[in-house]
Nanobody, 123 residues
Framework: QVQLVESGGGLVQAGGSLRLSCVAS????????MGWYRQAPGKQRELVAG???????NYADSVKGRFAISRDNAKNTVVLQMNSLKPDDTDVYYC?????????????????WGQGTQVTVSS
């Protein structure tokens, strides 16, 4: 079993910064891609930023130049540094990881999600 635990959400004024962290734990063999998504009520979950195991990153156009994603493969963690926050960034943010885990003497590959953390940016 694999769990993703997020931390770091909260309330911040426009122009401020927040740092989201996500730690994966459990019977992990390896983690491929990791990323952060966000979702507003009634809308589809959208990719905010992703990072491969090798460190290649990609960002939604709306956050380029303001957000930075990084990961520590040894600690199975991914961090999203969010700067110059805007009210439009208000959402629930979810961590995602593509995990190969040990299971019944073999391995299984699937994506896991964190429980979500609320980010609220006031104007």
């Amino acid at each position: 079993q694999v769990q993703l635990v997020e931390s770091g959400g909260g309330l911040v004024q426009a122009g401020g910064s927040l740092r989201l962290s996500c730690v994966a734990s459990g019977t992990i063999f390896s983690i491929n891609g990791m990323g952060w998504y966000r979702q507003a009520p009634g809308k589809q979950r959208e990719l905010v930023a992703g990072v491969t195991r090798g460190g290649s990153t990609n960002y939604a156009d709306s956050v380029k130049g303001r957000f930075a994603i990084s990961r520590d493969n040894a600690k199975n963690t991914v961090v999203l540094q969010m700067n110059s926050l805007k009210p439009d960034d208000t959402d629930v943010y979810y961590c995602n990881a593509e995990v190969t885990s040990h299971y019944n003497g073999g391995r299984v590959y699937r994506a896991y999600w964190g429980q979500g953390t609320q980010v609220t940016v006031s104007s």
